[in-house]
């Protein structure tokens, strides 16, 4: 079947299988291979992307569901050579160490800050509890997030 | 993981939903958030011919004030419950166990209705519904029916629904300014509670249910009517496990449920104000 949906504001029509889920169009059909595949189980969040603005894992959405909508993953979130303001609090705060849950981790505080632009240090880390980290502890990427938000308080 | 193969309709309204489970019966499954089916379809243990997918039923994603009653289509998703102001004034106790379900990537996409259907008997919103007094509206060939939150689950993951229905639209009776506890424990971020305990008081009386407590979420019949006996709380909450048969599995033993149902019980009942 075939799929037409905007990827980080380009328009695309995809002939995928139907049973073809939105990480493996975005992976293996789109090669945009900075969504990571984690635990496949809908637990890590390491596949989270932005569906029409908002945190989704797309290794639990169907590629068809998505038709018509349009999916925000990490290569879209830089404005050329300037960095997305989460981007910059990651690297500030040295928010991660292998890399592998980063880019999940990214988009689900980009959603998390749409949603509530100066969260509190604690909704930080509640709102961030789809995404394991292997490495960090956390600890520098709720710094790394307090940083990329808005006149956030109670650090 | 990938799903076995499958043929996929889209059906963006209640209308083509029924039209396209009407022609493929059986082999049909309803697709909403997905957020319970497509992990099963991943491992295989759902293997649906045919996947009707109404996650963009407009007509069925709204929340509204119907007299006295809160009217929730079945499409809407947890997050938009948390955050319908009509849901905090009038059911605090739903949007609050709206909050606590899974991850807000999970929140994103799971519906209300999707939750209430999988009846899944440890789950937050079909648990909060039963103490909320709920009935949920289904329509089918035959035309619609309601029935009651006690009514629909039979068993585990089954309830009275029939292959070619579809659950619309969830009805909530307003507790407006009544008293209300949800206790859930867990031993890991986003997960599925070991064991959950709503109350909701309204018009004097005190409904108690349990999530995890057996095959289907249940209410504390025996703690509730030792509340309206006039016991105390903590005497009412020794009573929340009479009659259930919590399962055992690798978060709890049986005996370890019971304990946390009498336990929950005491501090939800607190939360609502009776001690
Ligand atoms: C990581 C993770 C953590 C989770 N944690 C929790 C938790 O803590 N608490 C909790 O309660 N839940 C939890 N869930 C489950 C979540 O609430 C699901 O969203 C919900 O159970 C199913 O809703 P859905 O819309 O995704 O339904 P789907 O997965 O699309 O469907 C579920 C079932 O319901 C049927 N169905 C769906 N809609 C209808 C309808 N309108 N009429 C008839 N049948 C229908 C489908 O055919 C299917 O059998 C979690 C899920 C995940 C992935
Ligand atoms: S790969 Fe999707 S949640 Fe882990
Ligand atoms: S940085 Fe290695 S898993 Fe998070």
């Given at each position: 079947m075939n799929v037409t949906l905007t990827v980080n504001g380009v328009s695309h029509t995809v002939d995928v299988e139907?049973?073809?889920?939105l990480v493996h169009l975005l992976?293996?059909?789109?090669?945009?291979?900075?969504t990571n595949i984690g635990c496949?189980?809908?637990?890590?969040?390491?596949c989270t992307v932005l569906l029409d603005g908002e945190s989704v894992k797309s290794c639990t959405v169907?590629?068809?569901?998505?038709?018509?909508q349009s999916v925000t993953t990490l290569e879209g979130l830089a404005d050329g050579e300037r960095w997305h303001r989460v981007q910059e609090g990651f690297r500030a705060k040295h928010?991660?160490?292998?890399?592998?849950?980063t880019p999940g981790m990214v988009m689900a505080a980009v959603s998390l800050l749409a949603e509530n632009p100066s969260p509190t240090a604690a909704q930080v880390r509640e709102g961030l509890e789809g995404n394991l980290c292997r490495?960090?502890?956390?600890h520098n990427i709720v710094a790394a997030v307090l940083e990329a938000a808005e006149g956030s308080v109670a650090r | 993981m990938i799903p076995a193969p499958f043929d996929y309709v889209r059906a963006d309204s209640a209308d083509a939903a029924l039209a396209a489970l009407r022609e493929h019966g059986d082999d049909a499954k309803l697709l909403a958030g997905g957020q319970s089916l497509l992990p099963l379809m991943k491992l295989r243990l759902a293997t649906p011919g045919v996947v009707v997918d109404v996650?963009?039923?407009?007509?069925?994603?709204y929340v509204r004030e119907d007299g006295d009653v809160l009217a929730i289509g079945a499409l809407t998703r947890h997050c938009d419950i948390v955050s319908a102001e009509v849901v905090t004034a009038h059911a605090p106790l739903l949007a609050h166990a709206a909050s606590g379900v899974g991850d807000r990537q999970v929140r994103h996409r799971g519906t209300i209705g999707g939750s209430v259907a999988h009846?899944?008997?440890?789950?937050d919103l079909p648990t909060a519904l039963l103490a909320l007094d709920a009935s949920y509206v289904v329509r089918g060939p035959a035309g619609e029916r309601t029935i009651t939150a006690t009514e629909f689950a039979t068993g585990f993951l089954e309830t009275?629904?029939?292959?070619?229905?579809l659950l619309i639209e969830i009805r909530v009776p307003k507790a407006t300014g009544e008293a209300w506890g949800y206790q859930k424990f867990t031993r890991r971020a986003i997960d599925w509670a070991t064991v959950a305990v709503a109350v909701q008081a309204r018009g004097g009386g005190t409904a108690i249910s349990l999530g995890n407590m057996g095959s289907t979420v249940l209410r504390a019949a025996s703690a509730e009517a030792a509340l309206a006996g006039g016991a105390s709380a903590a005497d009412a909450a020794q009573?929340?496990?009479?009659?259930t048969e919590p399962a055992a599995d690798v978060t709890a033993s049986a005996d370890y449920r019971r304990h946390l149902a009498r336990v929950l019980t005491k501090r939800a009942l607190a939360a609502a104000g009776r001690s």
């Open positions: 139907d049973r073809t889920l992976r293996d059909h789109l090669g945009l291979t900075a496949d189980t809908t637990s890590c969040g390491a169907l590629a068809a569901s998505v038709d018509g928010g991660l160490q292998c890399g592998f849950c490495c960090t502890g956390y | 996650s963009r039923a407009a007509d069925l994603a009846a899944d008997p440890s789950a009275v629904l029939a292959p070619d229905e009573h929340a496990d009479d009659g």
